[in-house]
């Protein structure tokens, strides 16, 4: 069965310096990678997924992705922190087998960006 | 705009009370999704329909149910047999069961008890 670990339950950054949030992965085959990101009362916004191909993968609002497979990791990146990235942040992934595969969500890391 | 629309925004039950929360989606998507968010837990599915009259158990069905009669509609009901029911409750959907694209998802519906 599939998992994923989202180890930081918060990440506190400055806003200006990089951000990174880290996500590691187990699937039997091969992943399909998500991540969202999620504010306050809101649903889940799609940031950006690895599917196949270059393993640095560009998203949504600057941030980036990086997919490392000996490591089955996914953390998410980006250069520098703005204080509305603050957010909830949501790493996912499903088994890119056939038939129904359900998309197993980590349990999210708070990101605090201060002024 | 395409998207998918969760309402109430806020719902209260009352003890032994069955409450419904609707999901619709205007993206004619095929795949439909009820998740459950309970804070540190990140979101655990409750139930995905893969077509229309077709709906089959996520990970913890137990007191709920759900029904799959147009393929822009997927209601889910709390019954009374939900002992814990307060959460947050997201619908998701998506182009095609297994497809590679992102799910989408609705704004939430927060349940709590009175």
């Known amino acids: 069965a599939q998992s994923v670990a989202q180890p930081e339950d918060q990440v506190n950054v400055a806003e200006g310096n990089p951000l990174t949030v880290k996500c590691t992965y187990s699937?039997?085959?091969?992943?399909?990678l998500f991540w969202y990101v999620q504010y306050p009362n809101r649903g889940l916004q799609f940031l950006l997924k690895?599917?196949?191909?270059?393993?640095l993968v560009k998203g949504s609002y600057g941030f980036e992705a990086e997919f490392n497979k000996s490591q089955t990791s996914f953390h998410l990146k980006k250069p520098s922190a703005l204080v509305s990235d603050s957010a909830l942040y949501f790493c996912?992934?499903?088994?890119?087998?056939?038939?129904?595969?359900?998309?197993?969500f980590g349990t999210g890391t708070r990101l605090l960006v201060s002024p | 705009d395409g998207g998918i629309t969760q309402s109430p925004k806020y719902l209260f039950r009352k003890e032994g009370q069955n409450v419904t929360l609707s999901c619709e989606q205007n993206?004619?998507?095929?795949?439909m999704y009820w998740y459950r968010q309970d804070p540190g837990q990140g979101l655990r599915l409750i139930y995905y329909?893969?077509?229309?009259?077709?709906?089959q158990k996520g990970d913890i069905a137990e007191g709920y149910s759900v029904s799959r009669e147009k393929k822009e509609s997927f209601p889910l009901t709390v019954t009374s047999a939900q002992k814990n029911p307060t959460a947050f409750y997201l619908c998701?959907?998506?182009?095609?069961?297994?497809?590679?694209?992102?799910?989408?998802f609705g704004d939430g519906t927060r349940l709590s008890i009175l």
């Open positions: 998701a959907s998506s182009a095609i069961q297994g497809d590679r694209q992102p799910q989408h």
């Open positions: 699937v039997s085959g091969n992943p399909y």
């Open positions: 690895y599917i196949t191909g270059d393993n």
């Open positions: 996912a992934v499903r088994d890119g087998g056939t038939g129904f595969q359900k998309l197993v």
């Open positions: 993206l004619n998507h095929d795949a």
């Open positions: 329909s893969q077509i229309v009259n077709d709906f």
